[in-house]
C-alpha cells in the first residue's frame, strides 16, 4: 500500500492514508509525499493487532474519520474484512467509489483453524465489502478466482505481488554467523505449517551439527515451533524478533537458502508468499514446501526447491542447499529474475491505473 500511495503522487495525485500509530514510529523518518494520520490501535502485549476486537479498535473511529473527511474521488481499502465493511457503508453513504484490495482472502484463513460459525460470519462480512467496490485489486490469478467466487460485480485487476527491490536486493551487508543456516523470515501461522521445518532440521542436524536455523518475525505458532526446537541444543535454533525491511534483507542475504511453506488443502493454496519473493529479489534460492501452484513458480523460475508438505521431502532439500551452497552466479540470476518480474513499483503502477479508473466511474453500491 506504501508503493501504491507513491505511484498516485507521483501521478499527481492528493493521497490521505488512514492507518494505524505504530508503536515507536517517532523514531522513524517521516514520509511527506502523501498525507499520513494515525491513530492508536488496541494491540497486544507483543504489540500486534490480532482479533477482531483488536480490529474494531480501528474500524470504529474509522467510521467517523471517513465521514469527517473532505470527499475523495476514490478510496482504497485493504483486509480485514471488517474494514472493508466500514468502507463500504461510509461510501455508500458519501457516493463514492472504492477499490477492495485483496491481498488474501481471509475467511479462507479462517477456515483453516476457526469455527465454522465464524467462517461463515467472516465470509458474509468479507463478501459484502467485495461485491460493493468498484475494482478489486488482486495479487494473483489464484486470489482472481476467489474474489469472482465471492461475488465481485465489477473489475478484477490481477496486479501481481511485489517488494521493495530497492531495499531486498543482491547488493548490500548480509548477515553472518559463521555457520550455514536457514531462514524462515516472516509471519508463522497455521496456515504456513512451518512446524515441517522445525522437524526436518532435526534430521539435519544429526549429519550436519554445524548448521543453524533462524526464524525471524512472528505469529500465532510462533510458541508451538519454539517448543519443538527444544528437542536440538540450545542455539541449534534461533528466533529472532520481527525487524525492519533492511535488517530482513541482511538475513536473507547471508542464508544459505530461505524457507517458506503453505500447508496444503486447508483451502489456502492459492496464497503466493512474499518471503519467497524477497528472498529472490535478495539472490537467495527457497525451499517452499506446500501447494502446487506455488511450487510452480519455485520451479519454473528456478527460484529453488519446491517439495511436498513432507518432512523427508524438506530435509533432503535442506541437505542439498547446505551439502552445495548457491555459488555468486546463481545468486545473480535468481536476483535479476527478481527484478524484472516481481519490483513493488512495477506492481504499484498497475495498480494505481485501476484506482485512478475507479475514481472517474459511478459507485456500485447495490
Same mark, same amino acid.
Given at each position: 500500500?506504501?508503493?501504491?500511495?507513491?505511484?498516485?503522487?507521483?501521478?499527481?495525485?492528493?493521497?490521505?492514508?488512514?492507518? @494505524?500509530?505504530?508503536?515507536?514510529?517517532?523514531?522513524?523518518?517521516?514520509?511527506?509525499?502523501?498525507?499520513?494520520?494515525?491513530?492508536?490501535?488496541?494491540?497486544?502485549?507483543?504489540?500486534?493487532? #490480532?482479533?477482531?476486537?483488536?480490529?474494531?479498535?480501528?474500524?470504529?473511529?474509522?467510521?467517523?474519520?471517513?465521514?469527517?473527511?473532505?470527499?475523495?474521488?476514490?478510496?482504497?481499502?485493504?483486509?480485514?474484512?471488517?474494514?472493508?465493511?466500514?468502507?463500504?457503508?461510509?461510501?455508500?453513504?458519501?457516493? &463514492?467509489?472504492?477499490?477492495?484490495?485483496?491481498?488474501?482472502?481471509?475467511?479462507?484463513?479462517?477456515?483453516?483453524?476457526?469455527?465454522?460459525?465464524?467462517?461463515?460470519?467472516?465470509?458474509?462480512?468479507?463478501?459484502?465489502?467485495?461485491?460493493?467496490?468498484?475494482?478489486?485489486?488482486?495479487?494473483?490469478?489464484?486470489?482472481?478466482?476467489?474474489?469472482?467466487?465471492?461475488?465481485?460485480?465489477?473489475? &478484477?485487476?490481477?496486479?501481481?505481488?511485489?517488494?521493495? @527491490?530497492?531495499?531486498?536486493?543482491?547488493?548490500?551487508?548480509?548477515?553472518?554467523?559463521?555457520?550455514?543456516?536457514?531462514?524462515?523470515?516472516?509471519?508463522? =501461522?497455521?496456515?504456513?505449517?512451518?512446524?515441517?521445518?522445525?522437524?526436518?532440521?532435526?534430521?539435519?542436524?544429526?549429519?550436519?551439527?554445524?548448521?543453524?536455523?533462524?526464524?525471524?518475525?512472528?505469529? =500465532?505458532?510462533?510458541?508451538?515451533?519454539?517448543?519443538?526446537?527444544?528437542?536440538?541444543? $540450545?542455539?541449534?535454533?534461533?528466533?529472532? $524478533?520481527?525487524?525492519?525491511?533492511?535488517?530482513?534483507?541482511?538475513?536473507? #542475504?547471508?542464508?544459505?537458502?530461505?524457507?517458506?511453506?503453505?500447508?496444503?488443502?486447508?483451502?489456502?493454496?492459492?496464497?503466493?508468499?512474499?518471503? &519467497?519473493?524477497?528472498?529472490?529479489?535478495?539472490?537467495?534460492?527457497? &525451499?517452499?514446501?506446500?501447494?502446487?501452484?506455488?511450487?510452480?513458480?519455485?520451479?519454473?523460475?528456478?527460484?529453488?526447491?519446491?517439495?511436498?508438505?513432507?518432512?523427508?521431502?524438506?530435509?533432503?532439500?535442506?541437505?542439498?542447499?547446505?551439502?552445495?551452497?548457491?555459488?555468486?552466479?546463481?545468486? =545473480?540470476?535468481?536476483?535479476?529474475?527478481?527484478?524484472?518480474?516481481?519490483?513493488?513499483?512495477?506492481?504499484?503502477?498497475?495498480?494505481?491505473?485501476?484506482?485512478?479508473?475507479?475514481?472517474?466511474?459511478?459507485?456500485?453500491?447495490?
Amino acid at each position: 500500500m506504501t508503493a501504491l500511495a507513491h505511484a498516485l503522487h507521483d501521478r499527481g495525485a492528493d493521497v490521505t492514508v488512514l492507518t @494505524t500509530a505504530v508503536p515507536g514510529a517517532a523514531s522513524h523518518p517521516i514520509d511527506r509525499t502523501v498525507d499520513v494520520r494515525r491513530v492508536p490501535v488496541w494491540r497486544d502485549d507483543a504489540g500486534y493487532v #490480532r482479533g477482531y476486537l483488536q480490529y474494531l479498535s480501528f474500524d470504529v473511529p474509522l467510521l467517523l474519520r471517513l465521514l469527517a473527511v473532505e470527499r475523495p474521488d476514490v478510496v482504497v481499502v485493504e483486509p480485514p474484512p471488517t474494514t472493508g465493511a466500514i468502507v463500504r457503508l461510509v461510501c455508500a453513504i458519501r457516493r &463514492i467509489p472504492y477499490v477492495y484490495y485483496a491481498a488474501d482472502i481471509w475467511s479462507d484463513a479462517a477456515a483453516t483453524a476457526a469455527p465454522k460459525l465464524i467462517v461463515r460470519a467472516v465470509r458474509a462480512v468479507e463478501g459484502w465489502a467485495i461485491r460493493g467496490s468498484a475494482a478489486v485489486l488482486s495479487v494473483t490469478d489464484g486470489v482472481t478466482l476467489r474474489v469472482g467466487e465471492l461475488g465481485a460485480r465489477k473489475l &478484477i485487476a490481477t496486479v501481481g505481488n511485489g517488494v521493495d @527491490t530497492s531495499t531486498f536486493s543482491l547488493d548490500g551487508p548480509a548477515a553472518d554467523l559463521a555457520a550455514p543456516y536457514l531462514l524462515y523470515a516472516g509471519t508463522a =501461522s497455521e496456515v504456513q505449517g512451518a512446524a515441517v521445518f522445525v522437524e526436518a532440521f532435526q534430521r539435519l542436524f544429526e549429519d550436519r551439527p554445524d548448521a543453524r536455523l533462524v526464524f525471524l518475525g512472528h505469529g =500465532s505458532d510462533w510458541k508451538h515451533l519454539q517448543d519443538l526446537a527444544r528437542a536440538l541444543p $540450545p542455539g541449534a535454533v534461533r528466533f529472532l $524478533p520481527r525487524a525492519p525491511a533492511a535488517v530482513a534483507a541482511e538475513w536473507l #542475504r547471508g542464508a544459505t537458502a530461505t524457507l517458506a511453506s503453505i500447508r496444503p488443502g486447508e483451502g489456502y493454496d492459492f496464497a503466493r508468499p512474499t518471503k &519467497i519473493l524477497a528472498s529472490a529479489a535478495c539472490g537467495t534460492p527457497v &525451499i517452499f514446501a506446500g501447494a502446487e501452484a506455488t511450487g510452480a513458480l519455485v520451479t519454473d523460475a528456478s527460484l529453488g526447491w519446491a517439495v511436498g508438505y513432507d518432512v523427508t521431502e524438506v530435509e533432503r532439500a535442506m541437505a542439498d542447499a547446505v551439502n552445495a551452497p548457491a555459488r555468486p552466479e546463481r545468486r =545473480s540470476r535468481i536476483a535479476a529474475w527478481a527484478a524484472d518480474n516481481v519490483s513493488i513499483r512495477a506492481v504499484a503502477e498497475r495498480a494505481s491505473d485501476v484506482v485512478i479508473g475507479a475514481g472517474s466511474r459511478e459507485p456500485n453500491h447495490r
